[in-house]
């Protein structure tokens, strides 16, 4: 059985299929041919740690991965990435367009044997709005040909494919698109500017989604749609404030499909509670090889086959760096969310880790990031889905807050979390971070420490690549 991976940047779960107009007609074929999980969540808001999570098995604290790639964090043991363990299996690992979990050109390190993107993957110099666009087709292109030419006597492969165009900067507007009635996402002001973004984002998602259709209907031209597990997802939420690097619902919800031959039944989904960190073990038991010691997740094939709606009580989600320090861990039932902020010399929600944007303007100009963030969150995920009124200073909710701290606790204790004792998360060797109070990475201030990193990390930074 082979295993197609197809993820993009930064749409936690705006597409058609979750109810958002946005014109998806491939992705919503996938869903139809497979299983669409509908509370399915990163274990880390942002990007790089959250495909660390997924691919290895383990939360970022325990991975080694607890910032950025290109601002120099890193996986600690490579051998537990997927890539690395298929091709330990027997798989032939490939790589077309994003990845996020090393810095480019140093795929190999992850386990991957053949890396698709030529030399004119990584030209610079060209807008950000255009050569995101520019890489997708590349990479659709590359992956497409890789299908074509495979022999029928080849081994199983397991082909990952990375998407960006739905990553800022989106693209450009053609000047006679009526963005009027284009709806902001839920918690953004309706207004001129939140819309004319969100038209932006729509269009990249859709040219995702050609994307994506090209490489599904080649496997049904070849005849290997049937022998291939296919997992589309994303790595968080959508890059707007309260969403992408908080640990609120809208920035670790997030998409996920996954059709396996044999397992799944046509147009199903599921509610069940799910973290990204439970895929790899998933993937283990759909291609039947041995699960490694050192998966922290759980496997929903009872889910994906229906014999079971559940396969666990809460998860867990955890925020160390991005492009400042911002030590947030959080847990998550089907009824409370529990949040603990540990920065306290700096509480207050950290502008830099908002992608430059109008909504992030409107929101600074309404003074939003001047207010304080507490200590700790309690929300009651029945009655404020939206995650607006907090009830951790309620008398009347401190048994839940109680019990809540208590998981979160025990987890901690259980996975080795720093934060559980020193209560502070160490920057690796390498790599670089900035003051908290920095207002973009176009005027961000790195910290002194870490300016000695800065020439070797320059070019990846001069690339304008974000998180």
């Not at 998407?163 to 996402?185: A, N, Q, V």
Request: net charge negative; hydrophobic share 30%.
């Amino acid at each position: 059985m082979n295993l197609l991976y197809l993820n993009t940047h930064d749409i936690g779960r705006y597409l058609n299929i979750y109810g958002y107009n946005v014109e998806t007609p491939n992705l919503n074929q996938l869903a139809r041919d497979g299983m669409l999980l509908r509370n399915m969540h990163c274990a880390s808001p942002t990007c790089s740690p959250s495909r660390g999570a997924l691919l290895t098995g383990q939360y970022p604290h325990n991975n080694g991965l607890t910032g950025l790639a290109h601002r120099g964090f890193d996986i600690t043991d490579k051998k537990k990435h997927l890539a690395a363990f298929l091709s330990r299996q027997g798989y032939e690992t490939v790589l077309a367009g994003v990845q996020h979990e090393i810095r480019s050109r140093s795929e190999s390190l992850l386990g991957y044997e053949k890396v698709l993107n030529s030399e004119a993957y990584y030209q610079k110099g060209i807008r950000q709005e255009e050569f995101l666009t520019m890489q997708d087709e590349m990479a659709t292109k590359a992956a497409v040909n890789y299908l074509k030419s495979r022999k029928t006597t080849d081994r199983p492969f397991y082909l990952a494919v990375g998407y960006g165009c739905t990553h800022r900067e989106y693209p450009d507007l053609p000047s006679d698109y009526d963005f009027s009635y284009i709806m902001p996402p839920k918690g953004m002001p309706d207004q001129s500017g939140t819309r004319q973004d969100m038209a932006r984002l729509k269009i990249a998602i859709e040219r995702m989604d050609r994307y994506c259709g090209e490489i599904l209907e080649t496997l049904k031209a070849l005849g290997e749609y049937e022998k291939t597990v296919i997992v589309f997802t994303t790595d968080h939420g959508l890059p707007i404030p309260k969403a992408k690097c908080t640990l609120y619902d809208d920035g670790t919800g997030v998409a996920m499909i996954v059709k396996a031959p044999g397992v799944t039944s046509a147009t199903q989904s599921s509610d069940a509670l799910l973290s990204q960190i439970d895929l790899y073990p998933t993937l283990c038991e759909l291609l039947s090889l041995p699960k490694p010691e050192w998966l922290q997740g759980v496997s929903f094939l009872p889910v994906l086959n229906q014999t079971a709606s559940e396969v666990r009580s809460e998860i867990y989600g955890e925020i160390n760096y991005h492009i400042a320090c911002e030590p947030v861990r959080a847990v998550r039932t089907n009824r409370y969310k529990y949040i603990r902020h540990y920065l306290t010399e700096y509480p207050y929600q950290i502008p830099c880790h908002i992608d430059d944007s109008q909504p992030k303007e409107i929101f600074h100009q309404a003074g939003i990031f001047e207010q304080k963030l507490p200590m700790e969150e309690l929300y009651d995920l029945i009655g404020d889905p939206q995650e607006r009124n907090n009830l951790a200073g309620c008398p009347e909710y401190e048994k839940q807050k109680v019990e809540m701290r208590s998981l979160l606790q025990c987890w901690q204790h259980k996975t080795g979390d720093p934060l559980g004792n020193t209560q502070t998360v160490s920057l690796p060797k390498g790599a670089i971070a900035s003051t908290p109070d920095s207002y973009s990475t176009k005027t961000q201030v790195i910290l002194p420490e870490c300016r000695q990193y800065l020439e070797d990390l320059k070019e990846v930074l001069q690339n304008n690549i974000k998180g």
